[in-house]
């Protein structure tokens, strides 16, 4: 499903109403809301959309979808992007918002990034997250798979690094594929002209490797695309 609006503001309208409704369901039916976040434009939207709502936030617990290796400081990080402008405002419990662990290695912080997934979900079957927000890049990736990468074809881990991503930095860690479409609900927000071609082309085609976002098909739950008058004016 596409909502097309006429500019980011009444995108993040929209895209409030979206979350508050998925929010009071999972927290009617199981007492917490689980969440997968994104970095870039889509940590904008989401805190631009939330960070001033009363919602239920000591219930959320907050993942992301991909995590920069790099210091949780930097300016690359994704927890950072999102820290001052959306969690230093709502009143998210710091130890529901789960972090890349810097001191380990690469893999290991991928593994310990797995175990954190298990305390939430379980250590049997696959996380069911209530909701995953992804942002996609001029490629068509998402998170960190990128197009035609063996990643892609990744059936077995929750959690995998990348040490050779082709945009910077190389070194990542991501949810796999197999996590993504077991999600109740996956979101796409994308503004811009720039990317109403390979808006399009995701909605529009088959499942294609060179475009990870058209890989994203949520098999028990719903994919919904936020998206301004710009990235949707391709989309009939």
Not at 66 to 89: G, M, Q
Not at 91 to 109: H, V
Not at 145 to 151: A, D, E, I, V
Not at 221 to 228: C, N
Request: charged residues 20%.
């Amino acid at each position: 499903m596409a909502a097309r609006s006429e500019n980011v503001e009444d995108l993040c309208i929209e895209f409030t109403s979206f979350v508050e409704n998925l929010e009071k369901s999972a927290v009617a039916n199981n007492g917490m809301f689980t969440v997968g976040l994104s970095g870039g434009s889509s940590a904008t939207i989401v805190a631009k959309a939330l960070s001033d709502k009363s919602l239920t936030w000591e219930k959320w617990h907050v993942f992301f979808c991909d995590e920069r290796f790099v210091p949780l400081t930097a300016s690359d990080s994704n927890y950072n992007s999102l820290k001052s402008i959306f969690f230093d405002k709502v009143g998210i419990p710091k130890q529901q918002i789960y972090t890349l662990d810097g001191e380990k290695c690469l893999q290991e912080a991928a593994v310990d990034y797995s175990h954190k997934l298990k305390s939430v979900f379980g250590q049997t079957g696959l996380p069911r997250f209530d909701l995953l927000v992804l942002g996609m890049g001029p490629d068509g990736h998402i998170c960190s798979l990128f197009p035609n990468h063996p990643l892609l074809d990744e059936s077995e881990e929750w959690i995998v690094s990348i040490a050779d991503s082709p945009k910077p930095p190389p070194q990542r860690i991501t949810l796999t594929l197999p996590i993504i479409n077991n999600a109740k609900s996956v979101c796409f927000t994308v503004t811009g002209a720039s990317k109403a071609e390979m808006v399009q082309r995701v909605i529009k085609n088959p499942l294609n490797k060179e475009i990870p976002a058209s890989l994203v098909v949520a098999d028990k739950g719903t994919v919904t695309w936020f998206l301004d008058k710009g990235s949707g004016s391709l989309v009939n």
